[in-house]
C-alpha cells in the first residue's frame, strides 16, 4: 500500500503564491512518477503538472509560466509551486503516483483564491 499526504493549501488574494508538498509512504519502492491535479466545484479532475521518476516534468496550460513541480527524492516529496495565483485556480488540489502499474492517490488539498 501507498499512502500520500498533501499540504499547503490554503486561502490567498489573487496575485500572491503558494507552495503544495505531498508525502509518499509505506511500498513505494524505487522513485514513482509522481503528479498534481485539481478538481474544481462542478468539474471534473484535470491533470496540472506531472514528474518522472528522472526528474522530467510536464504542464498542464494553465500551468505553463506560473507553476513549478519538484521532488526531493530522498524525502519521497512532491512539491508544486504556484505563483500569480488566479481565482479560476481555486481547486482541491491532489497528488498521486504510479507505483507498479497502480495509481494512488491523496485526499487532496483545498485551495481557494480570492479577487
Known amino acids: 500500500q501507498v499512502q500520500l499526504v498533501e499540504s499547503g493549501g490554503g486561502l490567498v488574494q489573487a496575485g500572491e503564491s503558494l507552495r503544495l508538498s505531498c508525502v509518499a509512504s509505506?511500498?513505494?519502492?524505487?522513485?514513482?512518477?509522481m503528479g498534481w491535479y485539481r478538481q474544481a466545484p462542478g468539474t471534473q479532475r484535470a491533470f496540472v503538472a506531472g514528474?518522472?521518476?528522472?526528474?522530467?516534468?510536464n504542464y498542464a496550460e494553465i500551468a505553463k509560466g506560473r507553476f513549478t513541480i519538484s521532488r526531493n527524492s530522498a524525502r519521497n516529496t512532491i512539491y508544486l509551486q504556484m505563483n500569480s495565483l488566479k481565482p479560476d485556480d481555486t481547486a482541491v488540489y491532489s497528488c498521486?503516483?504510479?507505483?507498479?502499474?497502480?495509481?494512488?492517490w491523496g485526499t487532496g488539498t483545498p485551495v481557494t483564491v480570492s479577487s
Open positions: 498521486a503516483a504510479t507505483v507498479r502499474g497502480i495509481t494512488y
Open positions: 509505506g511500498s513505494i519502492g524505487s522513485v514513482p512518477p
Open positions: 514528474i518522472t521518476s528522472t526528474g522530467s516534468t
